[in-house]
């Protein structure tokens, strides 16, 4: 899963592919490098990050997922909003990828289960202006995993079906990099298994990443010098099961993930190609 983030504020790469004719440009060039979905996101949930009104969200993301719909490409739509999700399902994505698991936005069920659409399910505790004072756990793992499934039971309640759902644990949202919080979760990524639905990896370039290769003195490594350690992360999560990685930097990662699966099963994959291994997922 490849990033587009038509934003002026994200953690890494604000600004970067905010004018949509460079943002469907770079999503086009994410699918050459290898990108089986591409994630097209319009809001920043970086930490401290404040919302913007729906109306600019659907400015951002709206013509750049009927751009890249068109030329074939499968899209995902990064919201929370169901009004949002609604207006690029109509565009043609085919995945809402949903930080809040359903919390922000009470039609975003509905929203999901009407229209068949896939839908990524992630933990999630709130917004990001005080995500972080709410990252205080017991067990981090299990209570990340309990929480998982009460919004999926909440979701499938609400008429959206089992076989549309993809879990994200949610990395780096209420979780404290000092407290190793998202290690131990990757550590234990396979508990996730336990639900019975494909699990999305979305570490790329995140705070833990940074804090992790800090030099020693305070100073965190930049975001955009973490993508050897996001590939590192990519195999490690392919080898554990993980159905997709969302990262900013393809190649590498799509090389990781293949890599990972023919080391798994002794070279098996490589007969079916990329296609073979994605399909793994069950959506």
């Given amino acids: 899963m490849g990033v587009v983030n038509v934003t002026p504020d994200s953690f890494s790469d604000g600004g970067s592919w905010f004018d949509p004719g460079r943002a469907i440009e770079h999503g086009l060039r994410l699918v ?38 068109a030329r074939g490409v499968a899209v995902s ?28 936005d009470p039609e975003m069920a509905r929203l999901v289960a009407s229209s068949g659409v896939a839908y990524v399910l992630m933990h999630w505790r709130g917004h990001s202006h005080d995500m972080e004072s709410r990252a205080v756990y017991t067990d981090v793992v299990q209570e990340v995993l309990d929480e998982l499934r009460d919004r999926m039971e909440a ?3 609400a008429g959206v079906d089992p076989g549309q759902i993809v879990l994200d644990p949610g990395l780096g949202f209420s979780k404290r990099p000092e407290r190793a919080h998202n290690w131990a979760l990757l550590h234990r990524l396979e508990r996730f298994h336990e639900l019975g639905r494909p699990v999305l990896v979305a570490g790329s370039r995140k705070r833990f990443l940074s804090r992790l290769l800090s030099d020693g003195k305070g100073e965190e490594r ?30 590498p990662n799509a090389d990781a993930v293949r890599v990972a699966a023919a ?15 994605m399909d793994r997922g069950g959506l």
């Fill in 155 to 157: 979701m499938i309640s």
């Fill in 263 to 277: 080391w798994s099963d002794g070279g098996a994959a490589l007969h079916g190609g990329r296609a073979e291994i």
């Fill in 77 to 104: 739509v990064d919201t929370m909003r169901a009004e949002v999700a609604a207006r690029a399902v109509d565009a043609g994505a085919v995945l809402v990828n949903d930080v809040s698991g359903g919390l922000a």
């Fill in 32 to 69: 050459e490098e290898g990108a089986d979905i591409i994630d097209v996101g319009g809001e920043s949930t970086r930490p401290g990050a404040q919302r913007v009104e729906a109306s600019e969200e659907l400015r951002r993301v709206e013509p750049v997922v009927r751009a890249l719909t």
């Fill in 222 to 251: 930049p975001f955009v010098e973490c993508d050897a350690a996001t590939t590192a992360l990519t195999t490690l999560s392919a080898d554990r099961g993980a159905w997709a990685v969302r990262v900013h930097d393809v190649r």
